[in-house]
């Protein structure tokens, strides 16, 4: 059992909002409902793999939004058998590079279960092997915020920016204490 790790400060400009969007499968809402959620708040850029379904879906939400979308090789889906630590390590710098440049914008990724979930882990500075504790859906939503020692969790399994639905930490459940 490892320790947990302190959270990952950032030397990278950071966004004022940074979305992940799990899109292994395509969601069971349309891309234009996902779009129409943000109204006002849709962010600027879209960042998803080259190719998949996770592609497919950030160049729906792009053209909804007429924002640019940028794909990134290291937010690639998951091979059979690569560990963790090198998803993390090559999705964390896919990301470091995106968010350059981006001080003050809303970001938007959409990526495979497994590439986000191994990205909040690594963001909040926890073990990655305890990271499929996280339940994020196809279609919903994480949203990080930089905090004063790194990004910050502030909701998980979200539909979108006001939805009242989905929880402020993964695996909780909404206006529910746990056990």
Known sequence: MSAITEPVPTEAPSPAELWLLSASIRPERPTTEIAAGFGARAPRTVVAPPAGAAAEVAS???AAWHVRVIAAEGLADVPPGEPDVAVARRAWEAL???RTGAEGESLLVVTSYDVLRVLVARALGAPLERS???CVDAGRFVL???GPLGLDLRHANVVGPDAEEGAALPGAQAGKARA
């Open 60 to 62: 729906e939400l792009g």
């Open 96 to 98: 470091e590079r995106v």
């Open 132 to 134: 499929h504790a996280l």
């Open 144 to 146: 990080l915020r930089q």
